[in-house]
């Protein structure tokens, strides 16, 4: 149980294009989820954290109009990549926690990785 | 606030010896901690977590932790290396309201010497 998954896992993309990244849990409803970045050999970073159904809460340094969270869905969240460009390449890592189950537990996706050309 | 310092950012081990990863924490309310696992290209899988309970907390893969409150610490061994456990290892402090808020080390790379 607790099986987060997204997709897709690696995508290339041009500059100025954007990306869109699903984060979903498999078997739990998802109250609260998690979007990190990860820069090769570098720690996770939180960019931001979405309630179901709330705007996402950012981190400080993250432009929010940039990465576009939506939460939806008790399963499904979105980070949308905007006009990416190289310096947006990265691991993105999405993880997800419920109330209802394990409420001390981040449960983490398999991460996207992003590069942008 | 809350952090993790991570000591080390490359450990080599040889096969079968001792793992010791160390994790410092500072935390201004009782904290959680979790130390989880990183294979090249995959998200992170907890190995082992303690949320106030007993201070030796066993893990996974034959991996535990000890908490300790008077240095503030919370290392990570495995009295024996295989080479499976040749990974990237992540602490992470976490306060107590919740699984909010996660904050990471730097992550301690692994190697084990056949």
């Not at chain 1, 954007?18 to 609260?32: G, H, M, P």
């Amino acid at each position: 149980g607790a099986v987060v998954s997204q997709h897709p896992s690696w995508v290339i993309c041009k500059s100025g294009t954007s990306v869109k990244i699903e984060c979903r849990s498999l078997d739990f409803q998802a109250t609260t989820m998690f979007w990190y970045r990860q820069f090769p050999k570098q720690s996770l970073m939180l960019m931001a954290t979405s309630n179901e159904g709330s705007k996402a809460t950012y981190e400080q340094g993250v432009e929010k109009d940039k990465f576009l969270i939506n939460h939806a869905s008790l399963t499904l969240s979105t980070l949308t990549v905007t006009s990416a460009h190289p310096e947006d390449s990265s691991f993105y890592i999405c993880s997800a926690s419920s109330l209802g189950r394990a409420s001390l537990e981040q449960f983490f996706g398999p991460g996207t990785r992003l590069t942008v050309l | 606030a809350q952090s993790v310092t991570q000591l080390g950012s490359h450990v080599s081990v040889s096969e079968g010896a001792l793992v010791l990863l160390r994790c410092n924490y500072s935390s201004s309310v009782p904290p959680y901690l979790f130390w989880y696992v990183q294979y090249p290209n995959q998200g992170l899988q907890l190995l082992l977590k303690y949320t106030s309970a007993a201070t030796l907390v066993k893990g996974i893969n034959g991996f535990e932790a000890e908490f300790k409150k008077s240095e503030t610490s919370f290392h990570l061994t495995k009295p024996s290396a295989h080479m499976s456990d040749a990974a990237e290892y992540f602490c992470a402090v976490s306060d107590q309201t919740g699984a909010n808020n996660l904050f990471f080390g730097t992550g301690t790379r692994l190697t084990v010497i056949p």
